[in-house]
């Protein structure tokens, strides 16, 4: 009754809008509609009964998710949550059964009723508006993750579990007080380091967990932060952008660091001056300057880096617990604690791949990601035996123009996700990482791998368990061979997905947590360490 009326309103309001009614009974709406106006027919399409996935498909292929209930917009709606754990720009209406966050939080355009003339205005609007419409979808996502996420519910399920048992007056051990530090958080518009972008995702897991976590940075927190934020030298970008100021001067200020009412600090780098350390310190290691250092290919990049490595060692001594990333930075500096990093399975997911078969690189033009390589091996090796194919190359700098090749600059997180999940293979060929966070995103989104071996590939893919490893001598042929066997893609994909699964921000999230616990307890006992738990 609210959707007959407001559809024919929209498609009326513009001759080249189409509307797609998802679910079993959108023949019989289209057929009412359409009896009385035949000329909408061939503008509404009714998909019927659709599996899971393809449902998901077709709402994230949609411009606008439209969602009318007579009570209002609320959570037991599931197409509704659907749409924004998609970041989809949503319009609803405000009802009896709406209440918070809906009210608070502008994730959902919503009318004040359910009438249909209002409820097509609003869709209007958002179409006329490309970047409302993305700021609207990013709101929602924000949403999704803050409040209705599964591993939302299960933190807080925990929590409520733990608050019913007897607890002493002392503060809880189980629940530190975090202060975290790294130098940037993501900001829109700029490529985003690996390690700004675990700072940012592991800070909110935390908070999911009841943890309270204040990150101190040179920069703004992102929209979606869920923590407390303090901004440092806000007067002094230098100390950010220059390398005097990020390598020497930085490091030294960072003695005067205030952390009262903190249990525990968490550096996470440019901490290797900070000798005045009034709280337990953990340091999280998420690459090796020596690797870096023997990968370098210019003399002056290759002797900062062994400067770094120096500097590493000597953070390492500084900090009360140190972790490793991966196994291999954990060899370099004798670590046991090896913790990963996480993946947001709400944000990479599988779907819907590409007609076209496509290829997907990200990465630097430059530098050991390798962007050149790959795309001068894809211009001479792979496009003239498969026309068919394209690049999608998601880069710092733009390549040579090339009917197979579309560019595009660092995007955000939904159309990183987007990108993933509709690519045929990733393909990364660095010749080091640390971890791997692109690896892993990819495997969540369903997309089969082909690296380069290193140390972060080797042991995030399982020396080609979880990907393809491939030298560069057999990169093109890999590449070639990956494209022309869907079986061993959906064998690859199946790998993939379950790995990633072990890398839940939550789970991430908890061991850390446990390291604050007994980092603060090692600490009180005037204990060093840098062995206590691992987790992958």
């Known amino acids: 009754a609210l959707l007959d009326p407001t559809v024919e309103r ?6 080249a809008r189409v509307m797609l009614l998802v679910g079993r009974n959108g023949a019989s709406l289209r057929e009412a509609i359409t009896s009385r106006r035949p000329d909408l027919a061939p503008r509404i399409v009714a998909t019927g009964g659709l599996e899971p996935a393809d449902v998901s498909a077709h709402l994230d292929a949609c411009d606008v ?11 037991r709606r599931g197409s509704l949550m659907a749409g924004i754990a998609l970041g989809k720009a949503i319009v609803g209406n405000r009802g009896v059964a709406t209440s918070e966050p809906w009210t608070s939080e502008r994730s959902v355009l919503l009318t004040d009723t359910a009438d249909p003339a209002e409820l097509a205005s609003a869709v209007s609007t958002l179409l006329a508006d490309p970047r409302e419409r993305q700021s609207l979808g990013d709101a929602a996502h924000r949403s999704y993750a803050g409040h209705f996420a599964l591993d939302r519910g299960l933190a807080r399920l925990r929590d409520a579990g733990t608050a019913n048992q007897a607890t002493s007056s002392v503060a809880r051990t189980d629940q530190p007080r975090v202060l975290m530090f790294h130098t940037t958080l993501p900001e829109p518009g700029r490529k985003l380091g690996g390690v700004e972008v675990a700072v940012h995702r592991l800070s909110n897991a935390l908070v999911q967990l009841g943890v309270p976590v204040t990150v101190a940075s040179l920069t703004e927190a992102p929209a979606d932060a869920r923590y407390q934020h303090r901004r440092l030298f806000t007067r002094s970008s230098w100390l950010r952008d220059s390398r005097i100021g990020r390598l ?58 062994y400067l770094l490595y120096g500097a590493e060692r000597l953070t390492k001594r500084l900090a009360t617990t140190t972790i490793a990333l991966g196994g291999d930075v954990a ?38 990601k390798r962007g050149r390589w790959l795309y001068e091996l894809f211009v001479e090796r792979i496009a003239p035996l498969r026309p068919d194919v394209e690049l999608h190359f998601i880069a710092d700098r733009e390549p040579p123009a090339h009917p197979q090749v579309r560019y595009e600059h660092f995007p955000n997180d939904a159309a990183l996700a987007r990108a993933y999940r509709e690519a045929w293979v990733f393909a990364l060929p ?11 995103e990819a495997m969540a989104s369903g997309t089969a791998v082909l690296a380069s071996p290193n140390p972060g590939a080797n042991e995030l893919l399982a020396d080609g368990r979880f990907g393809v490893l491939a030298d560069d001598a057999s990169y093109a042929d890999a590449l070639l061979a990956l494209l022309d066997d869907s079986a061993r893609r959906a064998q690859l994909v199946t790998a993939g997905l379950e790995r990633s699964r072990e890398y839940a921000w939550s789970e991430i999230a908890r061991a850390y947590r446990d390291v604050y616990v007994e980092t603060i307890r090692l600490a009180n006992g005037s204990t060093s360490v840098d062995s206590a738990m691992g987790a992958h």
């Open 430 to 440: 660095s010749t080091y990482e640390g971890f791997g966070i692109p690896y892993l």
């Open 331 to 368: 060899s370099i500096h004798g670590l046991s604690q090896v913790i990963g990093c996480g993946v947001d399975g709400a944000v990479f997911m599988p779907g819907t791949k590409s007609e076209r078969p496509r290829v997907l690189y990200v990465g630097l033009w430059d530098g050991r």
């Open 65 to 75: 998710l439209l969602q009318p209930y007579e009570d209002g917009v609320s959570a």
């Open 10 to 15: 929209i498609l009326d309001d513009d001759v």
């Open 248 to 305: 020497i001067a930085l490091p030294l200020l960072l003695n005067g660091l205030d952390v009262n009412g903190m249990d525990v600090v968490h550096f996470h780098g440019d901490d290797w001056f900070t000798v005045r350390r009034p709280r337990p310190t953990v340091r999280t290691l998420y690459g090796s300057a020596l690797r870096e250092a023997q990968s370098a290919t210019r003399p002056q990049r290759k002797l900062l880096q």
